[in-house]
């Protein structure tokens, strides 16, 4: 049974940091993309970044603030999240991508993490 679990989410101020990481059991993803995402409440879930062999993709609005990587050996993904903003503020989810579309379609994913938040005081 293939689990993604996320950590590392919280409380944070304005211009601070945090590190989310996505632990992967039950299967070995090595060799898929990863993926991060957000939602806001009464938002659509959005792309965030992701991560494939040794390109990185991110949305403009992260780019620049938030890196995404990855750890094979612990299958294993992070996104370092720096410069955060209020309006970062959301559930981030990390997913395993399965299909040969857009890195930014949530419909090319197909396993998902419970989402751990994040929230940003101004």
């Known amino acids: 049974q293939v689990q993604l679990v996320e950590s590392g989410g919280g409380l944070v101020q304005a211009g601070g940091s945090l590190r989310l990481s996505c632990a992967a059991s039950?299967?070995?993803?090595?060799?898929?993309?990863r993926g991060w995402f957000r939602q806001a409440p009464g938002k659509e879930r959005e792309f965030v970044a992701a991560?494939?062999?040794?390109?990185?993709y991110y949305t403009d609005s992260v780019k620049g603030r938030f890196t995404i990587s990855r750890d094979n050996a612990k299958n294993t993904v992070y996104l370092q999240m720096n410069s955060l903003k209020p309006e970062d503020t959301a559930v981030y989810y990390c997913?395993?991508?399965?299909?040969?579309?857009?890195?930014?379609?949530?419909?090319?994913?197909?396993?998902w993490g419970q989402g751990t938040q994040v929230t940003v005081s101004s």
């Open positions: 997913a395993v991508k399965s299909g040969s579309g857009s890195y930014a379609s949530v419909n090319e994913y197909a396993y």
């Open positions: 039950g299967r070995t993803f090595s060799t898929y993309a």
């Open positions: 991560i494939n062999w040794g390109n990185e």
